[in-house]
């Protein structure tokens, strides 16, 4: 099984910066797309970003285009999410997720993923 465990999670002011931390033990990157998503209190699920398995090509949300950007880094089995700018509506648990999908992980939606983090809770508040 693929074990992800997120970090970097906390209180910011709006404008502020905050980078999320999501290391995989299990499998390699080289296997699974990650993908980051958020959810509010009584909202659904939403996608924030991914990165692609083999090509390490990013997709984002409209809502945080520009703003928040995805990497990896394979040598220590780690991939992040830097956000900046962040809104009182960024506000939310902050989940990572792998799965073997086919095709761009920008096409699916967190029902296709069924290994998931912990979560870390992201509020934004003056």
């Known amino acids: 099984q693929v074990q992800l465990v997120e970090s970097g999670g906390g209180l910011v002011q709006p404008g502020g910066s905050l980078r999320l931390s999501c290391t995989a033990s299990?499998?390699?990157?080289?296997?699974?797309?990650i993908g980051w998503f958020r959810q509010a209190p009584g909202k659904e699920r939403e996608g924030v970003s991914c990165?692609?398995?083999?090509?390490?090509?990013?997709f984002y949300a409209y809502s945080v285009k520009g703003r928040f950007t995805m990497s990896r880094d394979n040598a220590k089995d780690t991939v992040y999410l830097e956000m900046t700018d962040l809104q009182p509506e960024d506000t939310a648990v902050y989940y990572c997720?792998?799965?073997?999908?086919?095709?761009?992980?920008?096409?699916?939606?967190?029902?296709?993923?069924?290994?998931w983090g912990q979560g870390t809770q992201v509020t934004v508040s003056s």
């Open positions: 299990g499998a390699t990157w080289d296997h699974y797309a």
């Open positions: 990165i692609n398995a083999t090509s390490g090509h990013t």
């Open positions: 997720a792998s799965e073997r999908l086919i095709g761009d992980c920008g096409l699916y939606g967190p029902h296709k993923y069924h290994n």
